[in-house]
């Protein structure tokens, strides 16, 4: 799955605009609620861009918003950090984040509320997951306890993919710094693998089929095995535009669910969705994997179980109930 | 005036011919371009071939020019152009005319730009990068935060261009308008601009370049729109076998630079062809 997140510092820059917009008296929400019944509502939905927002290319695709009162804007943005600060400037209502970045900028004191699922939630087998921790060929890595004294490359250090392999690697006895995290996009780590630039890497579908192919082994799927089931990432809008706009919350809650629904049952359609979004080619498209369980309820104790990890890394300072991070009738 | 003559000696290289074949005339320098061009191509095409650069990880010169080729028959590939050069233009004018405004203000009164220029030199050493969050919060992903980016990159250096442009005005002739009675704003359109019009000139095709960069870097980050930047994004998001396309659009921002920034030298040298640099230049390039 790629999961990208936030620095410490992007979700402070983040909090001091907001307190700014709030103190310029410009509370964005540009969302109307109070459109006739048969008028939908126009609504902007940030995203990034990868295979498991097969749910939402369906159901704008296929009419699912429609259905429930909602004209349905997409935005590419490159990371959920960005997504946020376009729901905070109010040309978005609802966008894409991971359950790190929804803990930092809540934390930072954004108070920004999980929705609903992008497509389900983190499956428990290792065959529907697509993020992998992998070691570079010849590296000698043959278990996480053989990261000591290695460099692994991770998209951001403090996203899901880089807690995941610390939570690993204190389970397998290693200290935070006997191993060394280095940031760097996904598609630049199969090069930076078979250079020896980094020993292993957690990285994730399509860009691992080239790693494994220039002769990387996998180690372990360590979203599957520390976070089966958990919500790792979701559908969130500020609570400012929930508390003003619960209709079209509901609305758009009851249309994801609907949708991944509809997406589970016709995955080949919702793989296909994949090629104008992702400007993919359909034989590509076909063999993305989808990683997801496919169960749109929201799990609130994984949510507070990856902020613990959180915490006991120094990400953020104190675990945030996750029920005041999800919509009420969300949970 | 020109160079003696010297006896042609084909097939051998005297000294210095090499030099005079840098000098030929237009045809001579365009083919000169046109091979290195054909070398950079070839040396990259190479590279792929040999397995230096693999296909997965760095796509062939074939491939990319090939789609590069396909997407010029594609909307797709105008619609960004004309995403990308819309941002591009509001943000150089307004951050361009804010500049000319500000930067003659400055550059008249030494009292002035004593005081402002330290500001000035703070502001310009701020990266883009470092306030898109800021623009992004306050604008979203829209048209409105890439031009506001973009002013606010090609303010500074221009800024600073226009002042020491204005700054370097004969006094004599300031002098010489003031005394015949010609209102300031007669004097700032008939003395002060084309007095700094080459300062402002140099700064203007600078600046086009550095409008362009952070235009498409606002987009590969901030997202939104659909400009170069988010063609990008969206490819290098695709995985390996979109490569071919992120390296197409790459090699279109490149091809916009070289002609947005060969037009504002073009214009330069068309609008000042009466100023004392430009006619220098062509005085060396007659030699």
């Known amino acids: 799955m790629m999961l990208r997140a936030t620095t410490t510092a992007g979700a402070a820059a983040l909090a001091a605009a907001t307190l700014l917009l709030a103190a310029c008296g410009s509370s964005g929400s540009s969302g109307n609620a109070s459109g006739t019944a048969k008028k939908l509502v126009n609504v902007d939905v940030g995203y990034v861009a990868y295979s498991d927002d097969d749910a939402l290319f369906l159901a704008i695709q296929d009419g699912i918003f429609a259905k429930h009162g909602l004209n349905v804007t997409l935005t590419s943005q ?3 950090i960005d997504v946020v600060s376009s729901m905070v400037s109010g040309t978005e209502q609802f966008g894409f984040v991971t359950t790190p970045v929804l803990a930092n900028v809540n934390s930072k004191g954004t108070p920004l509320k999980c929705v609903s699922t992008v497509d389900g939630n983190q499956p428990t087998q290792t065959s529907k997951d697509g993020t992998m921790l992998v070691a570079a060929k010849g590296s000698g890595i043959s278990s996480v306890a053989g990261l000591r004294g290695k460099k692994i490359a991770t998209v951001q250090t403090t996203s899901l993919n880089s807690l995941s392999v610390e939570v690993l690697a204190k389970q397998a006895g290693l200290s935070p710094g006997s191993y060394q995290f280095v940031q760097m996009p996904f598609p630049q780590m199969p090069a930076a693998l078979s250079q020896g630039n980094v020993q292993a890497a957690v990285i994730t579908s399509p860009f691992v ?4 192919a220039e002769g990387a082994t996998v180690i372990d799927h360590p979203n599957v095995e520390l976070f089966g089931g958990a919500t790792v990432t979701c559908m969130a809008a500020l609570s400012s535009y929930i508390g003003k706009n619960a209709s079209v919350v509901a609305d758009f809650h009851a249309a994801v669910n609907e949708a991944v629904a509809y997406a589970e049952a016709h995955q080949s359609a919702a793989k296909a969705s994949l090629v104008k979004y992702l400007d993919i080619t359909p034989a590509v498209a076909q063999k993305q ?3 997801t369980d496919w169960n749109p309820n929201l799990n609130l104790p994984s949510i507070n179980q990856i902020e613990s990890d959180m ?15 999800v919509w009420s009738q969300a949970g | 005036m020109r160079v003696p003559a010297t006896p042609a000696r084909p097939r051998v290289l005297a000294p210095g011919s090499l030099a005079r074949l840098a000098r030929g005339g237009a045809a001579v320098k365009l083919g000169w371009r046109l091979a290195v061009l054909a070398a950079a191509l070839g040396l990259w095409q190479g590279l792929s071939v040999s397995g230096v ?13 090939a789609t590069l080729w396909h997407l010029l028959s594609s909307s797709v590939l105008w619609t960004a152009v004309g995403g990308t050069l819309a941002a591009w233009a509001i943000g150089l004018l307004t951050g361009g005319v804010a500049a000319v405004v500000a930067g003659t ?3 008249l009164s030494s009292f002035a730009y004593r005081s402002a220029i330290p500001v ?3 502001f310009k050493t701020i990266p883009v990068v470092a306030i898109l969050p800021i623009a992004l919060v306050l604008y979203g992903p829209t048209l409105r935060e890439r031009y506001v980016l973009v002013a606010f990159a090609v303010f500074w250096p221009l800024v600073i261009q226009v002042i020491y442009g204005v700054r370097s005005i004969d006094p004599t002739v300031l002098d010489t308008a003031r005394a015949l009675k010609v209102g300031p704003v007669r004097r700032f359109f008939v003395v002060v601009l084309p007095s700094a019009a080459p300062f402002i000139a140099t700064g203007l095709r600078v600046a086009a370049a550095v409008a362009l960069i ?5 987009e590969l980050i901030g997202g939104g729109g659909n400009g170069i930047g988010v063609q990008l994004l969206t490819a290098q998001n695709s995985g390996p076998t979109a490569y071919p396309q992120m390296y197409a659009y790459i090699l279109v921002a490149g091809l916009l630079g070289v002609l947005l920034a060969g037009s504002f030298g073009l214009a330069e040298r068309q609008l000042l062809h009466w100023h004392e640099t430009q006619r220098n230049i062509r005085l060396s390039h007659a030699v």
């Open chain 1, 78 to 80: 490159a990371n959920p």
């Open chain 2, 105 to 107: 203000l400055l550059g």
């Open chain 1, 289 to 291: 994997i989808l990683t």
């Open chain 2, 53 to 65: 650069l693999r296909a997965d990880e760095f796509p062939s010169m074939t491939s990319s020019v």
């Open chain 1, 209 to 212: 089929n080239t790693a494994i």
């Open chain 1, 311 to 325: 915490v006991a890394f120094g990400v953020i300072k104190k675990v945030i109930p996750a029920s005041s991070m």
């Open chain 2, 120 to 122: 000035i030199e703070f």
């Open chain 2, 214 to 218: 952070v235009d498409i870097v606002a």
